[in-house]
């Protein structure tokens, strides 16, 4: 029976958690438990590559976590409800995945009474506050190990160790860094690293192979997207899957994000989002018909905090919860058709359908009529609604 102590390592396959399975379980003698969360990003030809590269690199085991609906059910509805855009650009497509990820990491680490757990992050990045912080909280105690932060591994030093160990795997360095998930794609390549220069067309996982028009009908139902175009879906995974699959030939979804970074520095990354950048604009259009003026004003300044407290990892803090009640409870007319209209590189929304909408002609037309009140109504609001700033003018002119 092995004496060794347990450690449970993300697992991603890359240059970074290649190293640390060799350094870990032949250096400092660990039986290494590999792990990948699996948010949407991986085929499932890719995840049986990953688990035969773990293997061969000599883990104890491999498990893969299907996390891609609880990574809506948990994380993403609460993005869409929020329309919750970084810097109002950025769908925080890798951030949220990499809080999915650290909690069912830490979770098998639980499940396995590991005394350690460890990730492949560097000491230049967010991922290394998200992991820690949340590895503190579910796992208090269990040691956390971070081989490449905390020597200071530069590429060129990681991957000589590894040939000395023979290891066969690709090392060439690719021209951009692609994180794929379920809420989108980053990319990070040359470019990405000043503050001037466009990613180029190549640089897209998505190219461009749609020309003209296309219309299309989104279907929310509650918040929830559940149709495109009449076709309804189990999940709205499901739906999201599909909406990507008809806009990202279209180019639509693409931008540079220049964010603050959770230890301080900005940075710039390239994003491609079709499917949640034109499920956020929808889903705020339709809310923009069906919610109170309060209503939305409250959702907007909760947005703006839930969206940058989740970035920098905080999905674990009591009040998240708090705020995402709220955000469910402002749904429940949040019903209705939405109206997109696709072409390359662009797409707009173009109107919506519910039975919820607060724009009934039954009440009047904006600047036409108004069947609710008289004008002598409105002589009189005018007069109690402006009487304090009235007052204040008058004391000050004295």
């Not at 997207?225 to 189990?234: E, K, T, Y």
């Amino acid at each position: 029976m092995s004496t060794a102590k347990k450690v449970v390592l993300g697992f991603s396959g890359g240059l970074d958690t290649t190293y640390c399975v060799k350094y870990l379980s032949e250096d400092k003698g660990y039986e290494v438990h590999s792990v990948i969360v699996n948010t949407g990003g991986f085929s499932a030809a890719e995840l049986q590559q990953i688990e035969a590269h773990a293997y061969k690199l000599g883990v104890k085991s491999h498990t893969t976590v299907d996390a891609v609906k609880p990574y809506y059910d948990r994380i993403i509805k609460y993005l869409v409800y929020g329309n919750v855009l970084k810097n109002n650009t950025y769908p925080l497509s890798v951030s949220a995945e990499r809080l999915m990820q650290a909690l069912h990491i830490a979770e098998h680490a639980k499940n396995l009474q590991a005394d350690a757990v460890a990730h492949g992050s560097t000491g230049a990045g967010n991922d290394q506050v998200r992991f820690d912080m949340i590895f503190h909280i579910m796992i208090p105690g269990v040691e956390i190990i971070t081989p490449i932060r905390d020597m200071k591994l530069s590429r060129e030093v990681e991957i000589e160790y590894l040939k000395s160990k023979g290891v066969d795997m690709n090392f060439e360095k690719a021209a951009y860094s692609i994180n794929k998930g379920l809420w989108g794609t980053s990319v990070g390549g040359r470019e990405t690293l000043n503050s001037k220069e466009w990613l180029p067309e190549s640089a897209w996982p998505t190219q461009v192979t749609e020309t003209g028009t296309r219309n299309l009908e989104l279907g929310f139902d509650k918040g929830q997207l559940i149709s495109v175009d009449g076709q309804s879906f189990a999940h709205p995974v499901d739906a999201i899957n599909h909406l990507h699959s008809i806009a990202a030939p279209y180019g639509v979804g693409r931008d540079i994000h220049v964010g603050d970074t959770i230890i301080g520095i900005k940075g710039r990354v390239g994003f491609e989002a079709a499917a949640p950048m034109i499920i956020i604009k929808a889903h705020h259009l339709l809310e923009k018909h069906v919610l109170t003026k309060n209503q939305l004003s409250w959702k907007d300044q909760l947005s703006l905090f839930y969206g940058n407290w989740l970035h920098e990892g905080q999905i674990m803090d009591p009040v998240m919860r708090n705020i995402e009640a709220f955000f469910e409870s402002t749904q429940h007319n949040v019903t209705g058709k939405v109206f997109v209209q696709l072409q390359p590189y662009h797409f707009q929304v173009t109107g919506i359908e519910s039975a919820y909408d607060l724009m009934s002609s039954k009440f009047g037309k904006y600047g036409e009529m108004n069947t609710g009140f008289t004008g002598d109504d409105v002589r009189g609001f005018s007069k109690i609604f402006g009487n304090q700033t009235v007052i204040w003018h008058k004391v000050n002119e004295e």
